[in-house]
T-cell receptor, first 115, second 111 residues
Framework: GAVVSQHPSRVICKSGTSVKIECRSLDFQATTMFWYRQFPKKSLMLMATSNEGSKATYEQGVEKDKFLINHASLTLSTLTVTSAHPEDSSFYIC???????????FGSGTRLTVV | GENVEQHPSTLSVQEGDSAVIKCTYSDSASNYFPWYKQELGKGPQLIIDIRSNVGEKKDQRIAVTLNKTAKHFSLHITETQPEDSAVYFCAASKGNTPLVFGKGTRLSVIA
């Protein structure tokens, strides 16, 4: 089945630094990928939709200059958290739409802790 | 936009009993309804999905039913086992739009 690989699984960084999270579709081409953020014991909140070769579409309230998304190929999307602060600490999850138009496969998530 | 409500938020059942989780959606144009299981520290895993042209779908101990008129869909897990303990999310989309998730149900199966 479709596999989405997300790295790193955990990252700790200092305030003010930037962190990059990668999301790869391993056995299919993903023209569209999605980035979600999840707080403890809460649901997944969509941050942005990433389309290969074009600018990402951000949800209302998500700072596009803080959360930089790049989708340069059909198998890779990256999320960079710039100038990270403790309030950016969260669980970030990517998802890709599979070729059957309806299927969505999720990565394993990245636990970001900003100290 | 779409709004998905999920109930209950927590559910405890005895091993071997059935568990039912219910969701309602607001956008009648939604046509894809997946259910995900999320274990602690992991990404969501698709367990079953249903499309709007189908009323019921079953996969071993798991079944999903869809009532388009009432705009609600339900997850049924029979013969629950301790390994079924997790958080379950329902979601809805129009197929070409991002998934909108319910708030989740924490299922505990007591041995």
């Amino acid at each position: 089945g479709a596999v989405v690989s997300q790295h790193p699984s955990r990252v700790i960084c200092k305030s003010g630094t930037s962190v990059k999270i990668e999301c790869r579709s391993l056995d299919f081409q993903a023209t569209t990928m999605f980035w979600y953020r999840q707080f403890p014991k809460k649901s997944l909140m969509l941050m942005a939709t990433s389309n290969e070769g074009s600018k990402a579409t951000y949800e209302q309230g998500v700072e596009k200059d803080k959360f930089l998304i790049n989708h340069a190929s059909l198998t890779l999307s990256t999320l960079t958290v710039t100038s990270a602060h403790p309030e950016d600490s969260s669980f970030y999850i990517c998802s890709a739409r599979t070729g059957d138009h309806y299927g969505y496969t999720f990565g394993s998530g990245t636990r970001l802790t900003v100290v | 936009g779409e709004n998905v409500e999920q109930h209950p938020s927590t559910l405890s059942v005895q091993e071997g009993d059935s568990a039912v989780i219910k969701c309602t959606y607001s956008d009648s144009a939604s046509n894809y309804f997946p259910w995900y299981k999320q274990e602690l520290g992991k990404g969501p895993q698709l367990i079953i999905d249903i499309r709007s042209n189908v009323g019921e779908k079953k996969d071993q101990r798991i079944a999903v039913t869809l009532n388009k008129t009432a705009k609600h869909f339900s997850l049924h897990i029979t013969e629950t086992q301790p390994e079924d303990s997790a958080v379950y999310f329902c979601a809805a989309s129009k197929g070409n739009t991002p998934l909108v998730f319910g708030k989740g149900t924490r299922l505990s199966v007591i041995a």
